[in-house]
């Protein structure tokens, strides 16, 4: 019997750790990203669970991001304009690794002019080559979005001006929010990447 448990404590642990969300932190929402479609479908279905109130927990609101997706070095970047970086900051789901799994919400992104860039990453790095572009930007922090780094390896953000320009496959990036935790819909949807977060903005 004490194994069972044991083996139970492991699992939920185990499945805590990869949700991105901490140990003795109690997630309220869950970010999404893949194709404009299949966020299409997870905010319809979403949205019929609402209007059926048969589910145990609901949406209760939902924010959409156009991001890029690329890579440099064999790592995934992900490229955000300035503005949803903030947006993200203001959520407090951008957030500094201070040391193993202690991390702290980001108060805000640099203000950024038309050809500026700031990188947040593990290791601290200046140049990135990007669809064969070569990019400079200044090191920001090892942040990650969460409290786990999921989806991509790191993130660089740009001038709102210059989003557009920089190489990379456009995806969205959906962040809903719930009246319970969300967890049991970890395995529901059909998107490329997806974690579990606390919302505090």
């Known amino acids: ?29 869950l970010i999404v990203y893949g194709d404009e479609p299949n966020i299409e479908e997870v905010l319809k279905q979403e949205q019929s669970a609402i209007e059926d109130k048969k589910e145990e927990i609901s949406m209760v609101s939902d924010d959409q991001y156009q991001i890029k997706i690329a890579e440099d070095n064999g790592e995934k970047v ?7 970086a903030q947006a993200l900051v203001d959520k407090e789901l951008l957030r500094e690794v201070i040391r193993g799994d202690k991390t702290e ?26 669809g064969g572009q070569e990019l400079k930007a200044e ?12 989806y991509v390896d790191k993130f660089l953000v740009v001038d709102d001006a210059d989003w557009e320009a920089v190489a990379g496959e456009e995806k969205i990036m959906a962040v809903l929010e719930y009246d319970k935790d969300p967890s ?11 974690q579990l977060v606390q919302i505090k903005g």
């Not at 019997?1 to 929402?29: R, V």
């Not at 992900?78 to 949803?84: D, N």
């Not at 805000?108 to 500026?116: A, C, F, H, Q, R």
């Not at 049991?184 to 997806?194: H, L, T």
């Open 139 to 150: 090191y920001g922090s090892n942040s990650i979005i969460g409290d786990g780094r999921a």
């Open 184 to 194: 049991v819909r970890m395995m529901q949807y059909d998107v490329e990447g997806n």
């Open 105 to 130: 919400a980001l108060k805000s992104v640099p203000d950024l002019s038309k050809g500026e860039a700031v990188l947040f990453a593990k290791e601290e790095q200046e140049r990135l080559t990007i």
């Open 78 to 84: 992900m490229v955000l304009s300035e503005q949803t």
């Open 1 to 29: 019997m004490k194994k069972m448990t044991l083996i139970g404590a492991s699992a939920i642990l185990a499945g805590t750790l990869l949700s991105g969300c901490g140990w003795l932190d109690k997630a309220n929402g």
